[in-house]
């Protein structure tokens, strides 16, 4: 969406990442402007998809343009509300799937029944935005929730890193023989 928007472009966030640029536009954004349909409501599970809503995004956007006269790649004047409405979306449909996730561990008994933890890493825990709203979702159904700090949320690859340490250490799902493992470092 940052990419669609042209935020790179724009005075206040020409040095920020896609996602970090939306948060910020949004701080000023009014979220109502537009409304975007909640990917997968039909499906009463847990996964996420967020193909369905930058499709909407991405029609608003272009009809947006069309209203104001302008080329695709110029700054639109409602990017603000552009960023909200989108960032909102998201939060939504995350905190759902994750509520029905944490209800589907509780009934099954997959979690403790005291002490349960929801923990939410990588690039959306850096949203502040989003973040909150996991907080308030996790308060009421008595979650801990826990999110490193955001200068640790910016990179998966990190956290994939650590999860094949952890899985090493515990002999899980690993090689154990390391002799025909070919790579090139970068």
């Known amino acids: 969406v940052a990419r669609r928007l042209s935020l790179r472009k724009h005075p206040e966030c020409h040095s920020m990442a896609g996602g970090q640029a939306i948060e910020h536009l949004a701080q000023t954004g009014n979220q109502e402007r537009l409304v975007f349909q909640l990917p997968m409501k039909q499906y ?29 790649g ?23 799937r994750t509520y029905r996730a944490m209800l589907f561990c509780t009934k099954n008994s997959i979690l403790p029944p005291k002490n349960a933890t929801l923990v939410v890493s990588g690039g959306v825990a850096s949203n502040q935005y989003i973040r909150k709203g996991l907080q308030n979702l996790a308060d009421a159904n008595d979650f801990a929730l826990l999110c490193p700090p955001p200068r640790l949320c910016t990179d ?11 899985r090493l250490r515990a002999g899980l799902g690993v090689l154990h023989r390391t002799d025909d493992i070919r790579y090139e470092p970068k």
């Open 44 to 72: 009463r599970n847990c996964n996420f998809s967020f193909s369905g809503l930058l499709n909407l995004v991405n029609n608003a956007i272009a009809q947006k343009e069309r209203e104001e006269g302008i080329q695709e």
């Open 74 to 96: 110029e700054i639109l004047s409602c990017v603000e509300d552009v960023a909200a409405a989108v960032q909102h979306a998201v939060a939504v449909h995350i905190m759902q």
């Open 156 to 166: 998966n690859g990190v956290m994939i890193a650590w999860n094949g340490i952890e």
